[in-house]
């Protein structure tokens, strides 16, 4: 069994934004009901709807928090739907989220994760709404869970198995010719993709669509910023990024507005030794 962190800590992950009050009635919901709460933003700017990029984010953050650290993530395109409002504990965290896919990677670095469905609705809001289920539902239980009013068990029975997302490994095509996916584009523009750098150390070549990059730099100080007559695939490159994932940027510029990708989009790993 998990003890609590003191003081409680809650991360907070959605595609909300900051301009409208969604994510300000959340932390509301979390102290008031958890007073003593420490709450992280780890981002609230994942692109809208991209379970792809929910899930990179909080698997970049969640090893470097304390345990018993309570992530609450809240990208739910299906909110008001049979999915199910989802509690796992992996990894010596615990996790808070709709079942969709959005703990896919957290998922895959612990074999044995435990999962539950979050049904004990004396634990939410009053009358929850069909479409805000991250303040009527999802913060709520959060809250109960870090301060500790509440154990793991009560929030509802136990899961077999949670919703995975498809291709989050590279798949194998032809010899040595991969498919693998974006998982997420930064504000800067970099696309990270699921390729393992450490996996991935011979002459290669990156295709999105028709485009095709074929540079390796270490960092974007290696590359100039722009130059007469080359085109956006020649100042493209691909770096292994402090994801630990091959990415592909540019020098001060966004590779992703570029290349015209969006995470979930298929990229393909071609090895060029012959």
Not at 11 to 21: R, S, Y
Not at 32 to 53: K, M, N, Q
Not at 125 to 154: E, K, Y
Request: proline share 7%; hydrophobic share 40%.
């Amino acid at each position: 069994m998990l003890r609590v962190s003191k003081p409680p800590i809650i991360t907070l992950t959605t595609d909300f934004g900051l301009m409208d009050h969604y994510v300000g009635v959340m932390q509301g919901v979390l102290l008031s009901r958890c007073p003593d709460a420490y709450l992280v933003d780890i981002t609230h700017e994942v692109p809208p709807f991209s379970l792809y990029g929910g899930a990179y984010a909080v698997d970049q953050a969640a090893p470097y928090f304390p345990p018993a650290t309570v992530h609450l993530v809240v990208v739910d395109p299906g909110v008001g739907t049979a999915r199910k409002p989802l509690l796992v504990e992996a990894s010596g965290q615990i996790f808070i989220a709709p079942d969709n896919g959005v703990l896919s990677m957290i998922a895959a670095r612990d074999a044995n994760l435990r999962a539950r469905e979050i049904t004990n609705s004396d634990l939410w809001l009053p009358n929850p709404s069909n479409t805000f289920h991250g303040r009527d539902i999802f913060a709520p239980v959060a809250a109960a869970i870090a301060c500790g009013s509440v154990q793991v068990r009560d929030v509802g029975p136990a899961l077999e198995n949670i919703q995975l997302l498809p291709d989050l490994e590279p798949v194998p095509q032809d010899q040595g010719v991969w498919r693998g996916k974006v998982l997420s584009v930064d504000r800067f523009g970099n696309v990270i993709t699921n390729f393992k750098a450490a996996n991935f150390k011979t002459k290669f070549s990156l295709r999105i669509g028709s485009r095709e990059v074929r540079k390796f730099r270490q960092t974007f100080g290696n590359v100039r910023g722009d130059a007469m007559g080359e085109t956006s695939d020649t100042l493209c490159f691909v770096y292994a990024g402090s994801s630990g994932y091959l990415e592909i940027g540019m020098n001060r510029r966004s590779a992703a507005a570029s290349l015209q990708v969006s995470p979930g989009d298929s990229i393909t790993l071609r090895d060029t030794i012959s």
